[in-house]
């Protein structure tokens, strides 16, 4: 049972090495939790010959070291350990094969998913604790009219993660705890400061750890070798140029398309069978519907009927009023009020009442 | 909260005399071995004590003791340094095991990229190298032979002595890593018949940053460091005093106490016995092959050997899995895949290794602690 801070119990705090995560670890051990903190190792960390580091942006030996000397200063035991297996089943390759088949994957909700709050509980219990956090900006309430967990916006609107969180499960949030999600960046920043941690002025990380931004088209053919080329065409059937795959390609995307145009042509739609690429005009962006599958409620079953809510498309998207109707096969139905542009497969659509988190799906 | 240590094997806590002697060296003994005046003879001597001390413990001459930084540059020293001497002569073959140290594998991964050619000799799951299979590999090309005396992970011994006489009667160098069984077993050169030995004063009660290499009179060497006349032109530098003063000691010490070496074995059997008794599904890796006395490998069923570690450390049982990688994750161990353990296997088994300072009643408490720390790992639900 979720419980406040009135007594204390052992947590497994994951920790990235970056501010919010070390911040989260030390609120819970200055209330006197028994922490635990584990850092994930998610990728080969080793380099090559000359001692070369991988790629990434978060998860490095470096962020690995900064997490390490956060446990060091703060007093409680960090272990790192070893993802990688799970990281490239779970998360890397659904990666590879979603832009294989032309969407546009999100993987950073898989490995919350998938990997920090399932293998991570898992872990935890392993480990005779009782809950696992983490340094994600949301918050999770216990209902007790219901007797259900709730997952809620975090306090500081601008940094809120909940988008990314949207797959946990009644299980998972009965476990979760997310203690920087009731604060402001800058009072995260502040607490860190205060506690002397070399991370307070750490840069937030933005980019997907395993990939440098605009090097995914070079990481996909790595995986899975060379994409078959194919024509760039206009909605009005016209073939304009041609592409070396439909990996190089997102929904909206206006430049890189190697077609000259008097009026600005954006990627419309994407076909991985016929590795057909079309473009038109901004307006045949817009889309008042979409289909999302697998879908999550956060309740822990869809609701009887259709529901009136905010969905966001994307993690920067400004939510927009929508109606949900839940189909089966945890797919759901999602009307828009106006149409929306650059709905893109692939991507998650989460969906809001109020504050709260309803559930969300991968947009088909 | 008490907490034991049984991870011997990475390193062991220096014996007070040991400290007591180091101590003594850095304050009062601090003058340059290669100084003429009396600051300068204080040191050398304390120098020339320590070559002796650990050549004794071998069967040595101090004249063939190097002082190095451990047994990765021992290990570096001996196959670069003969690399680089023999390879004029077109032998650029070498064999070692596949069980062997990092210290050796990567220095063979580096001698492959100068265009060396390396055999890795397979162990079964005795995790003892055959004889037969190095007279199976072995040329008249073959220049270095490799075998680790005793493996780190699982503890077992390698016939070093009759792998030497092979090696030699194809006029290759031999060179064995000994860094896990000097002072655990008897270690003697000319017993062994190897022309270069490795070893590292931190496994048995000496400081870290102190070892040796020993190079039987006569073998050719290159320099393992390029400077002045240190180490009769073996290794420039002026030479770490008070580590190797360390070293020295604690060999000393190894000598004269050859009695804890049965008492390590019993415990040992015992807490192996004690194991498979009170868990179910457990295994000794390399059971039945000869072990030095102080290491037990044990596999698990139905359990990540990392989540283990972890669980046991929060309950003040410190072991390990073998060997650590950079950042220190875990990997599959490579020496339980060279002995041809199933997959899970690799990943499922701890090593607990004994020292001086272990007590009946540690191992007791261990025995106490498993079978709830292991059950409660197997309840995961499996994804």
Redesign the interface.
């Given at each position: 049972m979720r419980t406040g801070s009135e007594f204390t119990m052992r947590i497994v705090v994951a920790m990235s090495g970056g501010v919010d995560s070390s911040v989260a670890a030390a609120l819970l051990a200055a209330e006197g939790h028994d922490v635990i903190g584990l850092s994930m190792q998610l990728y080969d960390q080793s380099g090559g010959a000359a001692g070369d580091l991988r790629f990434g942006s978060c998860c490095t030996l470096d962020d690995l070291s900064d997490a390490r000397r956060v446990a060091g200063a703060l007093g409680f035991p960090h272990y790192i350990v070893n993802f990688e297996r799970r990281f490239d089943e779970e998360v890397v390759s659904d990666f590879v094969r979603e832009y294989v088949a032309g969407r546009t994957p999100i993987p950073c909700v898989h490995c919350n998913g998938e990997l920090k709050f399932a293998s991570l509980v898992d872990r935890a219990h392993g480990l005779g604790a009782s809950a696992v956090a983490t340094g994600h900006y949301a918050q999770v309430e216990h209902d007790a009219a219901s007797n259900r967990f709730r997952l809620k916006r975090a306090v500081d609107r601008h940094k809120d993660q909940s988008y990314f969180l949207f797959s946990l499960t009644q299980a998972q949030l009965a476990h979760a705890r997310f203690p920087v999600g009731t604060l402001h960046k800058d009072a995260v920043r502040e607490e860190a400061r205060r506690l002397g941690l070399r991370v307070a002025d750490k840069p937030d990380s933005q980019e997907l750890c395993f990939v440098a931004a605009g090097a995914h088209a070079a990481f996909v053919e790595r995986r899975a070798g060379k994409l078959p080329a194919g024509p760039v065409r206009h909605r009005d059937g016209r073939v304009l140029g041609g592409h070396d795959g439909v990996h190089r390609f997102t929904i909206g995307q206006r430049k890189g398309l190697g077609v000259s145009s008097p009026i600005p042509l954006y990627v419309v739609d994407i076909d991985a069978d016929t590795a057909t690429v079309t473009v038109g005009p901004r307006s045949a962006l817009d889309r008042i519907s979409l289909t999302a599958s697998k879908v999550n409620w956060i309740a822990g079953q869809p609701p009887g009927a259709a529901v009136r809510a905010s969905a966001r498309i994307r993690h920067r998207h400004q939510e927009a009023p929508a109606t949900i109707t839940p189909e089966p096969g945890a797919r759901a139905h999602v009307v828009f009020d106006t149409p929306q542009a650059a709905i893109t497969p692939g991507q998650a659509v989460v969906f809001y009442d109020g504050e709260y988190v309803l559930g969300g799906g991968w947009i088909d | 909260m008490p907490r034991a240590y049984f991870d011997h094997n990475a390193t062991t806590p220096p014996d007070p005399t040991v400290v007591a002697a180091m101590v003594r060296a850095l304050v009062d003994d601090f003058g340059n071995p290669s100084s003429v005046h009396h600051f300068g003879q204080c040191a050398k001597a304390l120098l020339d004590e320590a070559r002796s001390s650990v050549a004794d413990l071998i069967g040595a001459e101090p004249s063939e003791i190097v002082f190095t930084s451990g047994g990765t540059e021992a290990d570096n020293f001996a196959l670069r340094g003969a690399a680089e001497a023999l390879e004029a002569g077109g032998r650029r073959h070498l064999i070692a095991t596949a069980i062997e140290h990092e210290a050796v594998l990567n220095t063979i991964k580096a001698l492959q990229?100068r265009g060396w050619t390396a055999t890795l000799l397979p162990v079964g799951a005795s995790g003892v190298v055959e004889p037969a299979a190095l007279s199976a590999a072995i040329t008249d090309r073959t220049a270095i032979v490799s075998v680790m005396h005793a493996n780190n992970e699982i503890g077992t011994i390698q016939p070093v002595a009759a792998l030497a006489a092979i090696a030699h009667a194809h006029g290759a160098l031999v060179h064995t890593d000994a860094v896990q069984s000097v002072a655990k077993i008897a270690v003697d050169v000319r017993a062994l018949g190897v022309d270069l030995l490795s070893l590292s004063g931190h496994k048995f009660n000496g400081p870290k940053g102190a070892g040796a290499l020993w190079i039987k009179r006569g073998t050719r060497l290159l320099p393992a460091m390029t400077g002045g006349k240190h180490e009769r032109n073996r290794r420039g530098g002026t030479e770490n005093v008070p580590g190797n003063v360390g070293l020295g000691v604690a060999a000393r010490l190894a000598r004269q106490k050859t009695g804890e070496l049965a008492r390590l074995a019993a415990l040992r059997d015992r807490l192996e016995r004690g194991v498979l008794d009170a868990v179910d599904g457990t295994a000794v890796n390399g059971a039945g092959s000869p072990r030095v006395p102080n290491t037990t490998n044990i596999g698990f069923e139905g359990v990540e050997a990392?989540?283990l570690l972890?669980?046991l450390?929060?309950e003040g049982f410190a072991v390990s899995t073998g060997s650590a990688?950079?950042?220190?994750?875990?990997?599959p161990s490579h020496v339980l895949r060279a002995m041809g353990l199933p997959a899970h296997r690799t990943q499922n088994s701890i090593r607990i290794s004994l020292g001086a300072g272990n007590t009946d009643a540690e191992v007791d408490a261990l025995l106490a602690a498993l079978p709830a720390v292991v059950g409660?790992?197997r309840?995961?639900?499996r994804?």
């Open positions: - | 990229r990392e989540s972890i669980a450390d929060l990688c950079s950042s220190g994750t875990l990997e409660r790992l309840t995961l639900v994804r």
